[in-house]
């Protein structure tokens, strides 16, 4: 069973940057769509971005577009999330999980497989 694990996350500055990582160890990522989503204190789960196995397409929660980038490096079994213009929302705990490949060509990232620990991400004023 493919199990994910996310890292870095923190506190940073309204504005700021930050580069999340989802990797798993035993199990390569490469054959795996990703997809990253979080989830905020009293809200629901959301999908915020999704990438396919082979990093050629992707998509973005609207609320997201322009400021976050996801990427893969296949020889590093890494997905990547770029977050830039970091913004008071953008405060949750991220998670990284496996999709559905079939229903990401519907441009739907639905995740499958458990959850891990998730990263936390705190945007201060």
């Known amino acids: 069973q493919l199990q994910l694990v996310e890292s870095g996350g923190g506190v940073v500055q309204l504005g700021g940057s930050l580069r999340l990582s989802c990797t798993t160890s035993?199990?390569?990522?490469?054959?795996?769509?990703i997809g990253w989503f979080r989830q905020a204190p009293g809200d629901e789960r959301e999908g915020v971005s999704c990438i396919s196995a082979s990093g050629l397409m992707t998509n973005y929660a609207d609320s997201v577009k322009g400021r976050f980038n996801i990427s893969r490096d296949n020889a590093r079994n890494t997905v990547y999330l770029q977050i830039h213009r970091l913004k008071l929302e953008d405060t949750a705990l991220y998670y990284c999980?496996?999709?559905?490949?079939?229903?990401?060509?519907?441009?739907?990232?639905?995740?499958?497989?458990?959850w891990g620990q998730g990263t936390q991400v705190t945007v201060s004023a």
């Open positions: 035993g199990l390569t990522l490469e054959r795996y769509a």
């Open positions: 999980a496996a999709v559905d490949p079939i229903r990401f060509l519907q441009d739907v990232c639905d995740p499958f497989g458990s």
